[in-house]
């Protein structure tokens, strides 16, 4: 048997179901591009892991460990200072900033925020040559540089509109026209009802058992 993992990454709201917070989630949804609530709260996870963290080393005054905390974080560009105190000013929305995600939509290798998170699922963006298909992945200063898309983005609008008109216009060899179903020059089949002849010799039959002279 494998070894069961406990690291949490994210931790669900008291209360789950209030208007207030699932209306202004799903704003912050939408203009980013997320699938669902959980990548919402995996971020404010890790802005509360880092802000206790912080509080920890202030209240220790741990040198070491400021380094460590402080490093990782001014390599993705959420802190204006090298600051302890500096982490408590950090907001959801520096971080959602550096996920791959909007980070390829505002290089311009996408049109829109849902078709770069497309992009990334399907193994189309790189980083350093290296595909990366998440769209969480939190990019570095070194790493932003070196994003690429491998294949290029679909004509102008103009262009695109020419095309699909063209293509409306002249219609494959392998399409046939189906006739109309109404027309002037379309005979009228009269409806025969099956039933009645049935029943009819049905009747003739009884009538035929009945008379003796018939037989």
């Known amino acids: 048997m494998g070894i069961k993992r406990f690291d949490k990454k994210y931790s669900t709201p008291r209360h789950l179901w209030r208007g207030e917070r699932i209306s202004s989630e799903t704003e912050v949804m939408n203009r980013y591009g997320l699938k669902n609530h959980k990548e919402i709260w995996k971020v404010l996870f890790k802005l509360s892991r880092w802000r206790e963290l ?38 959801p929305n520096d971080v959602l900033e550096r996920r791959l995600q909007t980070v390829v939509f505002r290089k311009g290798l996408a049109k829109t925020i849902k078709e770069a998170r497309l992009f990334i699922t399907h193994k189309h963006i790189l980083i350093n040559n290296k595909v990366v298909n998440a769209p969480g992945y939190i990019v570095n200063n070194d790493d932003e540089g070196k994003i690429t898309c491998d294949i290029t983005i679909a004509m102008t609008d103009e262009k695109a509109k020419e095309t699909s008109a063209n293509e409306k216009a002249t219609p494959s060899p392998f399409y046939k026209k189906r006739p109309e179903r109404r027309g002037i020059g379309r005979k009228h089949i009269k409806k025969v009802d099956l039933r009645g002849q049935f029943n009819n010799s049905g009747k003739k039959q009884k009538n035929a058992d009945a008379d003796p002279k018939k037989k």
């Open 54 to 91: 912080a509080r920890h080393l202030i209240i220790n005054e741990n040198l070491k460990g400021t380094d460590e905390l402080l490093n990782p974080i001014m390599n993705i560009r959420c802190l204006k200072e090298k600051k302890l105190e500096s982490v408590f000013e950090i907001s």
